[in-house]
């Protein structure tokens, strides 16, 4: 089954960026190693992202962070592993779950016809 594990990151972790890589870095390789890397990316800091609504069928546009939190959506891996226990498991080993946060969320199947 695939789970996406949401990494947390606060706006210093965004700024220190280049001091956590070789912790990502070594998460990242561990993960193919396993061979349950399926996928993943890091973002770019919130105030970048744009979020759009369509209201009364008029598109409203917003630059920047949609909720104002202490932390943000960093990035994302994308694992393959038999359950929920094995995801957990690898969430753990996530840098950021030390001192920020890490979401883990089952990924629904795409109808790809």
Same mark, same amino acid.
């Given at each position: 089954?695939?789970?996406?594990?949401?990494?947390?990151?606060?706006?210093?972790? $965004? +700024?220190? /960026?280049? +001091?956590?890589?070789?912790?990502?870095?070594?998460?990242?390789? !561990?993960?193919?190693?396993?061979?349950?890397? #399926?996928g993943g990316a890091a973002l770019h800091p919130s105030h970048t992202g744009t979020t759009i609504r369509l209201q009364n069928g %008029?598109?409203?546009?917003?630059?920047?962070?949609? #909720?104002?939190?202490?932390? %943000?959506?960093?990035?994302? $891996?994308?694992?393959?592993?038999?359950?929920?226990?094995?995801?957990?498991?690898? #969430?753990? /080993?996530?840098?950021? #779950?030390?001192?920020? !946060?890490?979401?883990?969320?089952?990924?629904?199947?795409?109808? %790809?016809?």
């Open positions: 089954m695939k789970y996406a594990i949401l990494v947390y990151e606060t706006e210093q972790d $965004f +700024t220190n /960026r280049e +001091t956590h890589m070789p912790a990502y870095n070594a998460y990242s390789q !561990a993960l193919a190693e396993a061979g349950v890397m #399926a %008029q598109r409203n546009v917003q630059d920047g962070p949609y #909720a104002d939190t202490k932390e %943000q959506l960093g990035g994302f $891996f994308i694992i393959d592993v038999p359950d929920l226990d094995a995801a957990l498991d690898w #969430a753990a /080993r996530c840098p950021a #779950a030390s001192n920020c !946060a890490v979401e883990v969320r089952p990924l629904l199947p795409m109808n %790809q016809e």
